[in-house]
């Protein structure tokens, strides 16, 4: 069974540009979280989307948006980035709520 | 919201030696896992456990609901044990979120 992938496994870009980020969960899985960690800091609650809705965001400014397709993928959109935006950002999945989280390998994200 | 605090923040262990990690939570969950992040940065998910005992090799981890705590037991450490280990948490009062402490890093000298 393949886990959850992400992708690019790095991206960098200049400050005031968008990044996508993306992820796929695992098969069977309806729920995608995502997380960001910066340098030195824990890992912080992004956005939680389930059956194609968003069902909870932490507390980050409205830049940072994202979308669930109907096969459950999903992208995370950072706009008008800034530099203490890099970070590593993780994307875990879940079958339903109450259950295991799974997360994937992380998008290392460079803003210079 | 719910708050998770690990301890210790560091421990520096001789290769063979066992470690005990703790992990306190202020409210009921229903989720409760363990992960080790290795230096590339992906988190291992170690041990889905909400309550009760569980062990995997020489890992193993308990946690006692009714008490707010769990604890993650590494036995015969290895070099290859060395990252930071993550609590993470879902109350049962909310939003279905993984809420993470703020981690034990774990150093295994040769």
Redesign the interface.
Known sequence: EAGVTQSPTHLIKTRGQQATLRCSPISGHTSVYWYQQALGLGLQFLLWYDEGEERNRGNFPPRFSGRQFPNYSSELNVNALELEDSALYLCASSFTTGYGYTFGSGTRLTVV | GIQVEQSPPDLILQEGANSTLRCNFSDSV??L?W?HQNP????I?LF?IPSGTKQNGRLSATTVATERYSLLYISSSQTTDSGVY?C?V?SNFG?????????TRLTIIP
């Open positions: 229903n989720n896992q992960f590339w940065g992906q988190l998910n889905y993550f993470a879902v939003n279905e979120k993984l809420t993470f402490g703020t981690g």
